[in-house]
């Protein structure tokens, strides 16, 4: 079953509500944790615990477990392992995107079964052009995984790049065409996606109809609301895959106010996409 087809059917269980298991220093400490390998381990699991039953997706971001060096990436490891056995699917949010050849160690790294890091999904950025990215799509394709990536971010900053004109087309446009391709024909949604914030003004213009899921992040901590998804994305929400981090494991440790969270917000978002 491809990735796309595993999230459609996830997102009608569960609803479209990703948590983002992301163990900020100030969290472990307000979790009542030392910011050690022991605490990130204990908070990383504890929440995953709590959250990965009640929601479609959860979103670890490596550079949380990376800071603690290999231990720190074998609690992303059992992070990986306990979503997944929950009957979450896990979309690793890493970023990364390289020469060609370079990609393909990443992408063996996160998408091949056999690897200890793989998972159902990873962010990718499309900055060394999107051709760079083939390895990833190749490898996506070949085990059934999903991508996503970056196209209109949810930090200030992003339009620099983003909104810059190529072949009278914005860097953001020329990402969705791209994907629109790669979803040409699938059924029922393709396995490419896009990130595009929750935080934007407006839809800059998008054009979303690219047949691919759209990883909504800055829902809840940065600003962005229900309300914002459905200015944003109009017809385009009943593919938004909105997350939030922050805004959730703030209501630790307590799995009951966890789980709570993600059951209001999957509740909440339900409603919006009718
Ligand atoms: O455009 C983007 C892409 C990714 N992110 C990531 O999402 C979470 C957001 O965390 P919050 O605590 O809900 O703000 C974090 O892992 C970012 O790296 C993003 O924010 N914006």
Redesign the pocket.
């Given at each position: 079953m491809t990735f796309g087809a595993r999230l459609v059917a996830a997102v009608a269980d569960r609803g479209p509500f990703c948590v983002?298991i992301?163990p900020h220093a100030s969290l472990l400490h307000a979790w009542g944790y030392d910011d050690d390998v022991a605490g990130l381990e204990r908070f990383a699991l504890g929440a995953v615990e709590a959250v990965a039953p009640h929601c479609s997706v959860i979103?670890p971001?490596s550079a949380f477990y990376e800071r603690f060096g290999s231990r720190g990436v074998a609690v992303l490891e059992r992070v990986i392992e306990a979503g997944r056995a929950a009957g979450a699917l896990v979309l690793l949010?890493i970023?990364r995107g390289d020469i060609g050849s370079t990609s393909q160690a990443y992408a063996d790294a996160y998408l091949d079964p056999a690897s200890p890091l793989a998972c159902d999904a990873v962010?990718v950025s499309p900055y060394l052009g999107f051709g760079s990215l083939q390895p990833f799509v190749d490898t996506a394709e070949k085990f059934d995984a999903g991508l996503f990536v970056?196209a209109a971010?949810?930090?200030k900053e992003?339009p620099e790049v983003q909104e810059a004109v190529t072949g009278g087309r914005t860097v953001s446009a020329t990402v969705l065409d791209h994907l629109r391709r790669l979803n040409a024909d699938a059924v029922p949604l393709g396995s490419f996606g896009a990130?595009v914030?929750a935080t934007l003004e407006d839809d800059r213009g998008l054009d979303l109809a690219f047949n691919g899921p759209i990883l909504a992040?800055?829902?809840?901590?940065?600003g962005g609301t229900t309300a914002d998804l459905r200015r944003i994305f109009g017809a385009g929400v009943r593919n938004v895959l909105a997350?939030?981090?922050?805004?959730v494991l703030r209501l630790g440790p307590d799995p009951a106010a966890l789980a709570g969270a993600v059951r209001r917000s999957n509740d909440e978002l339900r409603e919006l996409l009718g």
């Open positions: 983002g992301d979103k971001q949010d970023k962010t970056l971010t949810s930090n992003g990130v914030g992040p800055g829902y809840g901590e940065q997350t939030s981090s922050r805004g």
